[in-house]
Protein backbone atom coordinates (compact mmCIF):
# COMPACT_ATOMS: atom_id res chain seq x y z
CA UNK A 1 0.00 0.00 0.00
CA UNK A 2 1.42 3.65 -1.03
CA UNK A 3 2.35 5.98 1.59
CA UNK A 4 -0.14 8.59 1.63
CA UNK A 5 1.99 11.06 3.23
CA UNK A 6 3.24 14.46 1.14
CA UNK A 7 6.40 14.70 -0.25
CA UNK A 8 8.31 17.60 1.21
CA UNK A 9 9.53 20.33 -1.56
CA UNK A 10 13.71 19.70 -1.97
CA UNK A 11 14.15 22.93 -0.58
CA UNK A 12 12.68 21.88 2.71
CA UNK A 13 14.57 18.71 2.64
CA UNK A 14 18.04 20.51 2.33
CA UNK A 15 17.28 23.11 4.79
CA UNK A 16 16.15 20.45 7.19
CA UNK A 17 19.60 18.54 6.83
CA UNK A 18 21.93 21.45 6.65
CA UNK A 19 22.70 22.23 10.34
CA UNK A 20 22.94 25.35 11.51
CA UNK A 21 25.44 26.68 13.09
CA UNK A 22 25.16 26.60 16.78
CA UNK A 23 25.48 28.96 19.62
CA UNK A 24 28.47 27.03 20.82
CA UNK A 25 30.70 27.20 17.62
CA UNK A 26 29.38 30.81 17.18
CA UNK A 27 30.92 31.97 20.96
CA UNK A 28 34.23 29.68 20.12
CA UNK A 29 34.81 31.62 16.78
CA UNK A 30 34.71 34.74 19.04
CA UNK A 31 36.83 33.84 21.77
CA UNK A 32 39.54 32.77 19.32
CA UNK A 33 39.35 36.51 17.09
CA UNK A 34 39.59 37.73 20.77
CA UNK A 35 42.27 35.92 21.50
CA UNK A 36 43.85 36.28 18.46
CA UNK A 37 43.52 40.20 17.39
CA UNK A 38 42.21 41.50 20.49
CA UNK A 39 45.60 43.85 20.54
CA UNK A 40 44.89 45.34 17.37
CA UNK A 41 41.66 45.61 18.75
CA UNK A 42 43.21 47.87 21.73
CA UNK A 43 45.69 49.43 19.22
CA UNK A 44 43.32 51.01 17.45
CA UNK A 45 41.48 52.59 19.84
CA UNK A 46 44.28 53.92 21.95
CA UNK A 47 45.53 55.55 18.50
CA UNK A 48 42.27 56.95 17.87
CA UNK A 49 41.69 58.72 21.29
CA UNK A 50 45.29 59.88 21.69
CA UNK A 51 45.30 61.22 18.41
CA UNK A 52 42.08 63.40 19.72
CA UNK A 53 43.87 64.08 22.55
CA UNK A 54 47.04 65.09 21.77
CA UNK A 55 47.20 66.84 18.45
CA UNK A 56 50.94 66.21 17.65
CA UNK A 57 50.26 62.15 18.39
CA UNK A 58 48.91 61.98 14.91
CA UNK A 59 51.03 63.58 12.64
CA UNK A 60 53.55 61.53 10.38
CA UNK A 61 56.62 63.11 11.81
CA UNK A 62 55.25 60.99 15.40
CA UNK A 63 54.23 57.63 13.47
CA UNK A 64 57.78 57.87 11.59
CA UNK A 65 59.13 58.07 14.77
CA UNK A 66 57.34 55.61 16.60
CA UNK A 67 57.91 52.52 13.64
CA UNK A 68 61.43 53.62 13.53
CA UNK A 69 61.75 53.13 18.15
CA UNK A 70 59.30 49.71 17.32
CA UNK A 71 61.34 47.99 14.75
CA UNK A 72 64.20 46.66 16.71
CA UNK A 73 61.90 45.40 19.74
CA UNK A 74 60.34 44.12 16.76
CA UNK A 75 62.77 41.84 14.97
CA UNK A 76 63.75 40.78 18.79
CA UNK A 77 59.77 39.77 19.75
CA UNK A 78 59.49 37.53 15.93
CA UNK A 79 62.93 35.29 17.14
CA UNK A 80 60.67 35.19 20.60
CA UNK A 81 57.11 34.45 18.91
CA UNK A 82 59.08 31.14 17.24
CA UNK A 83 60.39 30.04 21.03
CA UNK A 84 57.01 30.60 22.80
CA UNK A 85 55.05 28.58 20.21
CA UNK A 86 57.18 25.97 20.75
CA UNK A 87 56.67 25.79 24.46
CA UNK A 88 60.02 27.60 24.98
CA UNK A 89 61.94 31.03 26.59
CA UNK A 90 64.65 32.55 25.69
CA UNK A 91 65.91 35.13 28.53
CA UNK A 92 69.16 35.40 26.50
CA UNK A 93 68.07 37.66 23.63
CA UNK A 94 68.60 41.21 24.99
CA UNK A 95 72.59 40.43 25.83
CA UNK A 96 72.76 38.83 22.60
CA UNK A 97 70.97 42.11 20.87
CA UNK A 98 73.49 44.50 22.36
CA UNK A 99 76.69 41.78 21.71
CA UNK A 100 75.58 42.36 18.11
CA UNK A 101 75.33 45.95 18.42
CA UNK A 102 78.62 46.13 19.82
CA UNK A 103 80.13 43.16 17.25
CA UNK A 104 78.60 45.35 14.52
CA UNK A 105 80.40 48.61 15.01
CA UNK A 106 83.61 46.33 15.58
CA UNK A 107 83.32 45.15 11.77
CA UNK A 108 81.97 48.00 10.44
CA UNK A 109 85.46 49.15 9.63
CA UNK A 110 86.01 46.66 7.64
CA UNK A 111 82.79 46.68 4.99
CA UNK A 112 79.12 45.87 5.64
CA UNK A 113 79.49 42.68 5.32
CA UNK A 114 81.87 42.18 7.86
CA UNK A 115 79.57 44.79 10.01
CA UNK A 116 76.52 42.15 8.89
CA UNK A 117 77.97 38.64 9.25
CA UNK A 118 80.25 38.90 12.66
CA UNK A 119 76.82 39.78 14.74
CA UNK A 120 75.27 36.84 12.59
CA UNK A 121 77.85 34.44 13.16
CA UNK A 122 78.51 34.98 17.09
CA UNK A 123 74.76 35.19 17.54
CA UNK A 124 73.66 32.71 15.43
CA UNK A 125 76.46 30.66 17.39
CA UNK A 126 75.19 31.46 20.86
CA UNK A 127 71.69 30.48 19.60
CA UNK A 128 72.73 27.44 18.51
CA UNK A 129 73.57 26.85 21.61
CA UNK A 130 70.89 27.15 23.80
CA UNK A 131 69.01 25.05 21.29
CA UNK A 132 71.65 22.03 21.85
CA UNK A 133 71.23 22.41 25.73
CA UNK A 134 68.06 22.21 25.78
CA UNK A 135 66.69 19.59 23.16
CA UNK A 136 69.53 17.23 22.88
CA UNK A 137 70.88 17.95 26.67
CA UNK A 138 66.88 17.99 28.27
CA UNK A 139 67.59 20.77 30.37
CA UNK A 140 65.20 23.73 31.10
CA UNK A 141 64.91 26.69 28.62
CA UNK A 142 65.10 28.99 31.85
CA UNK A 143 68.19 27.71 32.91
CA UNK A 144 69.93 27.75 29.46
CA UNK A 145 68.90 30.84 28.41
CA UNK A 146 70.08 32.84 31.52
CA UNK A 147 72.98 31.52 31.58
CA UNK A 148 73.64 32.32 27.95
CA UNK A 149 72.19 35.66 29.22
CA UNK A 150 75.19 36.57 31.89
CA UNK A 151 77.62 35.18 28.95
CA UNK A 152 76.58 37.06 26.43
CA UNK A 153 76.52 40.42 28.47
CA UNK A 154 80.28 39.16 29.78
CA UNK A 155 81.88 38.93 26.57
CA UNK A 156 80.23 42.31 25.69
CA UNK A 157 81.74 43.73 28.32
CA UNK A 158 85.29 41.78 27.83
CA UNK A 159 85.01 42.65 24.18
CA UNK A 160 84.28 47.06 25.31
CA UNK A 161 86.86 46.45 28.30
CA UNK A 162 84.16 46.68 30.93
CA UNK A 163 82.35 49.18 29.44
CA UNK A 164 84.91 51.50 28.80
CA UNK A 165 85.59 51.57 25.00
CA UNK A 166 83.05 52.50 22.20
CA UNK A 167 83.03 51.24 18.65
CA UNK A 168 81.93 53.94 16.39
CA UNK A 169 80.65 53.15 12.71
CA UNK A 170 82.61 55.28 10.29
CA UNK A 171 80.20 58.01 8.68
CA UNK A 172 78.65 58.10 5.41
CA UNK A 173 79.67 54.16 5.23
CA UNK A 174 77.14 51.83 3.86
CA UNK A 175 76.40 50.25 7.03
CA UNK A 176 75.73 53.60 8.27
CA UNK A 177 73.21 54.01 5.80
CA UNK A 178 71.44 50.57 6.37
CA UNK A 179 70.37 52.11 9.94
CA UNK A 180 69.63 55.98 9.08
CA UNK A 181 68.71 55.82 5.35
CA UNK A 182 64.61 56.37 4.80
CA UNK A 183 62.28 55.70 1.80
CA UNK A 184 59.11 57.48 1.90
CA UNK A 185 59.81 59.28 5.38
CA UNK A 186 60.25 55.79 7.08
CA UNK A 187 63.81 53.83 8.03
CA UNK A 188 65.36 51.12 6.55
CA UNK A 189 64.83 48.92 9.69
CA UNK A 190 60.97 49.56 9.14
CA UNK A 191 60.85 48.01 6.15
CA UNK A 192 63.66 45.30 7.02
CA UNK A 193 60.74 44.44 10.38
CA UNK A 194 58.18 44.08 8.10
CA UNK A 195 59.72 42.05 5.53
CA UNK A 196 61.07 39.67 8.34
CA UNK A 197 57.37 39.70 9.59
CA UNK A 198 55.83 38.85 6.46
CA UNK A 199 58.40 36.10 5.76
CA UNK A 200 57.87 34.99 9.14
CA UNK A 201 54.16 34.95 8.62
CA UNK A 202 54.38 32.79 5.38
CA UNK A 203 57.00 30.32 7.04
CA UNK A 204 54.47 29.93 10.33
CA UNK A 205 50.94 29.38 8.29
CA UNK A 206 52.39 27.95 4.94
CA UNK A 207 55.29 25.51 5.52
CA UNK A 208 55.88 22.31 6.95
CA UNK A 209 58.62 24.31 9.60
CA UNK A 210 55.58 26.17 11.33
CA UNK A 211 53.39 23.08 11.96
CA UNK A 212 55.49 21.72 13.39
CA UNK A 213 56.32 24.59 15.41
CA UNK A 214 52.65 24.32 16.85
CA UNK A 215 52.49 20.40 17.20
CA UNK A 216 55.77 20.69 19.45
CA UNK A 217 54.41 23.21 21.17
CA UNK A 218 51.25 21.72 21.79
CA UNK A 219 52.45 18.44 22.68
CA UNK A 220 55.47 17.14 22.10
CA UNK A 221 55.07 13.84 23.16
CA UNK A 222 52.20 13.37 19.78
CA UNK A 223 54.73 15.24 17.57
CA UNK A 224 57.33 12.59 18.13
CA UNK A 225 55.12 9.55 17.99
CA UNK A 226 53.77 11.66 14.57
CA UNK A 227 57.64 11.49 13.29
CA UNK A 228 58.22 15.14 13.67
CA UNK A 229 61.64 16.37 14.61
CA UNK A 230 61.62 17.71 17.68
CA UNK A 231 65.07 18.31 19.12
CA UNK A 232 65.69 19.88 15.07
CA UNK A 233 62.60 21.80 15.34
CA UNK A 234 63.75 23.56 18.99
CA UNK A 235 67.46 23.93 17.68
CA UNK A 236 66.13 26.14 14.75
CA UNK A 237 64.06 28.27 16.59
CA UNK A 238 66.60 29.20 19.08
CA UNK A 239 69.17 29.40 16.07
CA UNK A 240 66.47 31.89 14.90
CA UNK A 241 65.88 33.87 17.53
CA UNK A 242 70.07 34.39 17.97
CA UNK A 243 69.75 35.69 14.49
CA UNK A 244 67.04 38.24 14.77
CA UNK A 245 68.05 39.55 18.41
CA UNK A 246 72.09 39.65 16.86
CA UNK A 247 70.86 41.13 13.15
CA UNK A 248 68.76 43.90 15.45
CA UNK A 249 71.72 44.88 17.42
CA UNK A 250 73.65 45.44 14.09
CA UNK A 251 70.76 47.40 12.65
CA UNK A 252 70.86 49.14 16.14
CA UNK A 253 74.17 49.98 16.13
CA UNK A 254 73.84 51.12 12.42
CA UNK A 255 70.97 54.02 13.13
CA UNK A 256 72.88 55.12 16.22
CA UNK A 257 76.33 54.71 14.65
CA UNK A 258 78.05 53.24 17.36
CA UNK A 259 78.27 50.31 19.97
CA UNK A 260 76.53 51.37 22.83
CA UNK A 261 76.74 48.56 25.80
CA UNK A 262 74.29 49.68 28.17
CA UNK A 263 71.50 48.80 25.48
CA UNK A 264 69.31 45.36 25.91
CA UNK A 265 68.97 45.20 29.51
CA UNK A 266 65.61 44.15 30.09
CA UNK A 267 64.91 43.84 26.64
CA UNK A 268 63.89 39.80 26.40
CA UNK A 269 60.82 41.03 28.69
CA UNK A 270 59.59 43.81 26.44
CA UNK A 271 59.95 41.31 23.34
CA UNK A 272 58.40 38.35 25.84
CA UNK A 273 55.17 40.99 27.01
CA UNK A 274 54.92 41.52 23.15
CA UNK A 275 54.59 38.71 22.44
CA UNK A 276 51.97 37.77 24.89
CA UNK A 277 49.99 40.75 24.68
CA UNK A 278 49.88 40.08 21.08
CA UNK A 279 48.00 36.73 21.90
CA UNK A 280 50.52 33.67 21.77
CA UNK A 281 50.39 31.47 24.54
CA UNK A 282 53.24 31.00 27.01
CA UNK A 283 52.15 27.43 27.11
CA UNK A 284 53.17 27.02 23.38
CA UNK A 285 51.09 25.64 20.65
CA UNK A 286 49.00 28.95 19.74
CA UNK A 287 50.06 32.02 18.48
CA UNK A 288 50.69 34.68 15.76
CA UNK A 289 53.80 36.68 14.05
CA UNK A 290 50.97 39.47 13.67
CA UNK A 291 49.40 39.25 16.97
CA UNK A 292 53.36 39.91 17.92
CA UNK A 293 53.42 43.10 15.88
CA UNK A 294 50.48 44.32 17.27
CA UNK A 295 51.33 44.13 20.52
CA UNK A 296 55.00 45.77 20.19
CA UNK A 297 53.47 48.68 18.61
CA UNK A 298 51.27 48.81 21.23
CA UNK A 299 53.96 48.92 23.49
CA UNK A 300 55.70 51.69 21.18
CA UNK A 301 52.36 53.97 21.17
CA UNK A 302 52.10 53.52 25.21
CA UNK A 303 56.02 54.93 25.66
CA UNK A 304 55.30 57.85 23.07
CA UNK A 305 51.86 58.50 24.88
CA UNK A 306 54.04 58.87 28.36
CA UNK A 307 56.59 61.37 26.30
CA UNK A 308 53.33 62.87 24.93
CA UNK A 309 51.89 63.78 28.39
CA UNK A 310 55.49 64.68 29.32
CA UNK A 311 55.02 65.07 33.71
CA UNK A 312 55.14 61.10 33.08
CA UNK A 313 58.94 59.49 32.71
CA UNK A 314 59.66 56.81 30.90
CA UNK A 315 59.93 54.28 33.64
CA UNK A 316 55.85 54.24 33.87
CA UNK A 317 56.44 52.65 30.40
CA UNK A 318 57.45 49.36 32.42
CA UNK A 319 54.38 49.70 35.13
CA UNK A 320 51.68 49.60 32.09
CA UNK A 321 53.40 47.11 30.19
CA UNK A 322 53.14 44.95 33.17
CA UNK A 323 49.77 45.71 33.73
CA UNK A 324 49.03 44.92 30.69
CA UNK A 325 50.41 41.65 30.71
CA UNK A 326 48.48 40.65 33.69
CA UNK A 327 45.14 41.32 31.78
CA UNK A 328 45.89 39.87 28.75
CA UNK A 329 47.37 36.77 30.82
CA UNK A 330 43.83 36.91 32.75
CA UNK A 331 42.16 37.66 29.85
CA UNK A 332 43.62 34.22 27.95
CA UNK A 333 43.24 31.93 30.58
CA UNK A 334 39.40 32.66 30.20
CA UNK A 335 38.75 32.67 26.81
CA UNK A 336 40.43 29.36 26.77
CA UNK A 337 38.41 28.03 29.85
CA UNK A 338 35.76 29.37 27.64
CA UNK A 339 36.73 27.40 24.51
CA UNK A 340 37.00 24.59 26.34
CA UNK A 341 33.37 24.94 27.84
Not at 82 to 88: F, H, S, Y
Not at 102 to 124: E, I
Request: with cysteine; aromatic share 6%; hydrophobic share 55%.
Amino acid sequence: MKSLTTPRPLSAALRSTTASPSPAAGQERITSLLQRHGALAVLVAVVLVSSLVFPSFGTLDNAQNIAVQASFIAVVALGMTLVIITGGIDLSVGSVFALGGVLAAWASQYGLWAALLLPLAVCGAIGTLNGLLIARAGMAPFIVTLATLLGARGLLLALTHEGATTYLVPRGSAFAELGQGTVGGFGYPVLIALVLFAAGGVALQRTSFGQSLFAVGGSSDAATLMGLPVARTRILVYLLSGLLAGFAGALNAARLSSGVTILGVGMELDAIAAVVIGGTLLTGGAGSVSGTLWGVLLLAVIQNLINQIGSLNSSYQSVVSGGFLIVVVVAQRYLARARRT
